[in-house]
């Protein structure tokens, strides 16, 4: 079993870098799965610039871009998704990435950490909605970290106590739904 850490921001300054490797300590720790992070800072997608729909089919995929972004993907069972949110969403850079693609989100898992002034509530709720279209199946527990609560001055994620519980109870659910969903990716 495979989880991808996917940090959704690529701002300067970001938080997301912190909270990723955050969840990656205490998921590495559980020894139920290969927990790593996928930063889209490491990956030039350009605002999207194929010119056929990603519903048609990997074999269009036109840019040597898509194509290493779709091979990243396809490697994992799950995901964490560490979104920022900005103005009631998630980053468009967040976005961009996920639209580059369509099967290889398919039949798989996903859980959510969002941060923000208001913890993120709202990115992560978007998120959810365009995760649904392309067959990702996200679970019920998910983590808001409070901008001003749970961060220090330097940026250090400082999450209050029952942040670890719950992210547990999520990663449980990401693996299990991972592989639940297991045979339909075998399809």
């Known amino acids: 079993m495979r989880i991808g850490i996917i940090i959704g921001s690529t701002r300067p300054g970001r938080r997301g870098e912190a909270v990723a490797q955050w969840v990656h300590k205490l998921a590495t720790r559980r020894g139920d799965a290969s927990y790593e992070i996928v930063d889209l800072a490491d990956h030039d997608l350009p605002h999207l610039d194929e010119a056929v729909p990603a519903a048609m089919g990997p074999e269009n995929y036109a840019g040597e871009h898509t194509r290493r972004w779709a091979e990243t993907i396809s490697r994992y069972d799950g995901y964490v998704f560490v979104t920022p949110e900005y103005n009631h969403s998630y980053p468009g850079v967040l976005k961009n990435a996920i639209d580059y693609l369509y099967a290889e989100w398919h039949n798989k898992s996903a859980g959510f950490v ?15 909605l365009v995760a649904a ?16 609560a749970e961060f220090g001055a330097n940026g250090e994620v400082l999450p209050a106590e029952h942040q670890e519980t719950v992210l547990h109870r999520m990663l449980d659910q990401v693996v299990a739904w991972g592989g639940a969903l297991a045979t339909l990716r075998q399809r």
């Not at 941060?115 to 959810?128: K, Q, S, T």
């Open 114 to 128: 969002g941060y923000g002034i208001h913890g993120g509530i709202r990115a992560v709720e978007h998120l959810r």
């Open 133 to 148: 279209e392309l067959h990702v199946a996200g679970v019920r527990d998910q983590i808001t970290l409070n901008y001003f």
